[in-house]
């Protein structure tokens, strides 16, 4: 991990030497130039030579003008739609108002305020589309503005240059044209801004009704240990006293009935874009299920062997799943009984997925937790007085106890059970549930109703979160570990440890990841999210001051956060393009390119996050302009290695001479690329050493390539015979041992050449080609079977000889040869 932070750490640092210089340029550009009235684009006649060309070119600009001012579907829909759902905003800002008179729930108060929500929700929507148009018409005016001027000047300058009267009048006619159509964008943008204000001001009134309810449910009445009913003994079940009129805000099934059917049809659009999500899901699912049938899956460890047997026992499942998670989060501003019915399909596709991971005691758990929201659900379309409801609450209550006791009794045997870890956690969880049920119990017989509320929500809808986050978990466990098994197996050759390990990392990624998510629905379940989110905003957001600077907390968690996702965005796209094989295979691109393309991605992401890092501090880059001049300098002198570097390294990527994996010669350096960067290269000798190469020496040395296009290697062997051998059957003797040897490729054939009459033999060449890989064991191999051959067949290989003739003998020498003591031999003295 410190080498991962390293890494970008080093790219930072790198592209803010190279990105400050042209971004504070651009700025100075930006601030110093383009602001400057002096320099902004002046309108000039048009040069009478193609006032008739512009003419035509203009009359059509202001027709595609003019079918732009006509109102977009949108736009008129909205337009349909807003009169009725004024008066319906009227009619529940009363219905609201005279709820908060009454002593509702918790539960009501929470299920009004998601449907204002709503309501708050469908209403931005409209104004963000109103809001567009006005912009698209705003830059309208800019253009014809600028042409109506350009325009005028081009009328004034034909008219003292005379031109025919024909020209000049189309030309005031062009003039004229572009002020009328200015004038109706205008006037548009004006309705539209009208109607955009018309928008805001029912926002306004939803937001107080949405204020005015949160403020009830934060009000003394609804505090935890507030008395809001008297006893249960005391409470008169036929008196309407206690409890008023609520049936106003009971959500009715007819009605949402007919509002779903009112969704589907105005968000006819959506459903189809969501068709095409679910085609998606289906061929990622579909792929990875073909990666773990083509390619063998290995891995001991059981949750991975679970991510494998979901994806392939439960590939429609896992489809259906997943694209009901997507409908959830797709759609938005859905009736309420829509979304409910989302969750309960959910929670039963849910139901194979993590049944056959369960222990056999405790498989039939899941299907009381669906009953429990299908209860709990009930509460939103039933009116219940609050005594009938106070029953409802405790006959809830007790359903869990029993259904405790029926699965954990008895309780210590249970603790005891094998049953894996997440199984046991939720075993010891047990003793809390049983004390919010009977204190949800006890609170609800003595009034404490608030209580009751909330104790009871944890216990049922703790569960119902926990199996639709479970079901996300095996899903996204088994999607994540089946693109990597794919990523690494279709590889040729792949690190099997490092495969593992990546796999086990991301599970453990995720589930923290899913934790995270879980707690703060918890948190939102028993409505603290809310308020943690206002104290954080709160400490995010504090300015404070270090002389003239000043920044907030948030500010700088921000810029760490965009540091850390562009990191991990290129982390993602390296491990993508990684060998290239998958992207090879699926895009058909070269070799090479998908590195290339994965390069100037990353770097683009890179160099943006940096920008928009430093730009979420507030630090203004036009600052750096005298910065900018100062690096140029150093670029110019101290830096020109790094740049020749990083431009070598540039021209490596793209023109690709060199491609990872090939073997290289350089500067009597032979080895393997292993990775081609920016700045340096590292190429793996075959003695094992890793050595780093700055790139310039690759572009500017000769660099010999021995795999770039292929890698077949000729070898040579050099081969003497003596004098009395015949050359013809030497010749076809290389031949046929090369053509014997497996390793030698058949085209090109193997050849054999007579050389030279050399001093002492007659000398020959043979030649053939051979995968690099496996040159040299080539070269050995035939070159045994060379000699072998010439042995069986009395072939002699010379060694070199040489016959010395001396002419005289000096007088020394020629005495008697004495015999040399203890030797047999005779000595010349």
């Known amino acids: 991990m410190l080498a991962h932070f390293i890494l970008l750490y080093r790219k930072i640092v790198l592209f803010t030497i190279f990105l400050i210089p042209i971004f504070s340029f651009s700025q100075l550009n930006q601030e110093g130039i383009v602001i400057d009235s002096s320099m902004v684009a002046k309108p000039t006649a048009i040069p009478i030579i193609n006032i008739v060309r512009k003419i035509e070119e203009t009359n059509e600009e202001i027709k595609s003008v003019s079918k732009k001012l006509q109102r977009g579907t949108s736009v008129i829909k909205i337009d349909s739609l807003y009169h009725n759902y004024v008066l319906f905003i009227k009619k529940q800002e009363k219905n609201a108002q005279k709820f908060i008179k009454y002593n509702p729930n918790r539960q009501k108060v929470d299920n009004l305020i998601k449907k204002w929500d709503t309501y708050h929700d469908q209403l931005k929507d409209w104004e963000s589309t109103i809001n567009k148009h006005v912009e698209k018409n705003i830059e309208l005016i800019d253009e ?18 005379k031109v025919p009267y024909e020209v000049l009048g189309r030309t005031k006619s062009v003039w004229n044209d572009l002020k009328k159509i200015k004038r109706s964008v205008e006037h548009k943008n004006n309705d539209l ?8 001001k029912q926002k306004i009134i939803v937001n107080k009704v949405i204020e005015d309810l949160i403020a009830l449910k934060n009000s003394e009445v609804y505090e935890l240990f507030y008395l809001r009913h008297p006893p249960l003994w005391k409470t008169p079940f036929r008196s309407s006293e ?17 509002a779903i059917i009112k969704f589907i049809k105005t968000n006819e659009i959506s459903f189809y874009l969501f068709l095409v999500i679910v085609v998606l899901i289906i061929l990622l699912i579909n792929v990875i299920k073909k990666g773990f049938e083509k390619y063998e899956f290995n891995e001991q460890d059981g949750d991975l062997q679970k991510a494998k047997y979901l994806i392939l026992d439960h590939s429609l499942i896992s489809i259906i799943f997943l694209s009901l998670m997507a409908a959830k989060l797709f759609f938005t501003n859905t009736p309420t009984l829509f979304t409910d019915i989302l969750i309960l399909l959910i929670l039963i596709i849910s139901v194979p997925l993590i049944q056959r991971y369960m222990y056999k005691r405790f498989k039939g758990v899941v299907y009381f937790i669906i009953l429990f929201y299908i209860l709990d659900t009930a509460k939103t379309y039933i009116w219940f007085t609050n005594p009938q409801y106070r029953i409802y609450l ?8 029993a259904i405790l006791i029926l699965f954990t009794h008895p309780y210590l045997e249970t603790r005891r059970m094998k049953i894996g870890k997440f199984g046991l956690l939720l075993v010891k969880m047990t003793p809390v549930i049983y004390i919010l049920s009977i204190v949800s119990i006890v609170s609800n017989i003595l009034g404490y109703t608030n209580l009751t509320d909330i104790t009871l929500k944890i216990c049922i809808q703790s569960g119902i979160i926990t199996i639709i986050f479970y079901g996300i978990l095996m899903i996204v466990g088994g999607i994540s570990t089946g693109l990597i098994h794919r990523h690494y197996s279709s590889k040729v050759s792949f690190d099997k440890v490092k495969k593992f390990t990546v796999e086990k990392k991301l599970l453990q990624i995720i589930r923290v990841f899913l934790f995270i998510l879980w707690f703060l629905f918890f948190l939102r379940m028993i409505d603290l ?19 003239s600077i ?6 700088i968690v921000t810029f760490i956060l965009i ?21 090879n295979r699926f895009f058909k691109l070269p070799e090479g390119i998908p590195a290339a393309i994965s390069l100037v991605i990353r770097y683009f992401i890179i160099a943006f996050g940096i920008i928009l ?14 910065m900018a001049g100062a690096l140029g300098l150093g670029i110019g002198f101290g830096l020109q290695t790094v740049v020749s570097n990083f431009i070598s390294g540039l021209i490596l990527v793209f023109e690709r001479p060199i491609l990872p994996g090939d073997t290289v010669e350089v500067n009597n350096l032979l080895g393997t690329v292993n990775r081609i960067g920016v700045r340096s290269s590292n190429i793996r000798t075959f003695d094992g050493a890793e050595v780093v190469v700055p790139n310039n020496n690759l572009i500017a040395n000769d660099l010999i390539n021995w795999t770039l296009s292929d890698n077949v290697k000729r070898v040579e062997i050099l081969i003497g015979t003596t004098y009395g051998s015949d050359p013809n059957e030497i010749l076809k003797i290389l031949v046929e041992v090369a053509k014997e040897n497996k390793e030698c490729l058949k085209n090109p054939p193997p050849i054999a050449l007579f050389d030279e009459f050399g001093a002492s033999s007659l000398n020959f060449k043979l030649r053939f080609w051979v995968h690099y890989e496996i040159g040299l064991q080539a070269k050995s191999d035939v070159s045994i079977g060379v000699y072998n051959r010439f042995k069986e067949l009395g072939i002699e290989i010379p060694f070199p000889q040489q016959d010395i003739y001396i002419k005289d003998m000096p007088k020394q020498i020629k005495e008697p040869i004495k015999k040399d003591p203890g030797t047999n031999e005779n000595t010349q003295q």
Do not use: C, H
Request: no cysteine; glycine share 6%; net charge negative.
């Open 529 to 547: 999210l809310r308020p943690l989110t206002e104290v954080i905003t709160n400490i995010l957001t504090e300015p404070y001051k270090m002389g």
């Open 613 to 626: 890092a430093l730009s979420s501090l507030g630090v203004d880059l036009s600052k750096f302009n005298l």
């Open 563 to 583: 540091l850390t996702f562009s990191f991990l965005i290129t982390s993602f796209i390296s491990f993508l393009f990684d060998g290239a094989t998958g992207s």
């Open 193 to 200: 801004l009208e109607f955009e204000s018309k928008i805001s």
């Open 242 to 258: 206690y409890y008023g009129d609520e049936r106003d805000e009971t959500e009715s099934i007819s009605s949402n009935i007919s």
């Open 144 to 161: 014809i503005s600028l042409d109506e001027q350009t325009w005028e000047l081009t009328y004034l300058n034909a008219s003292e240059e």
């Open 394 to 401: 405790l006959i809830e209550a007790i359903m869990v106890i």
């Open 550 to 555: 000043s920044f907030t907390i948030g500010s």
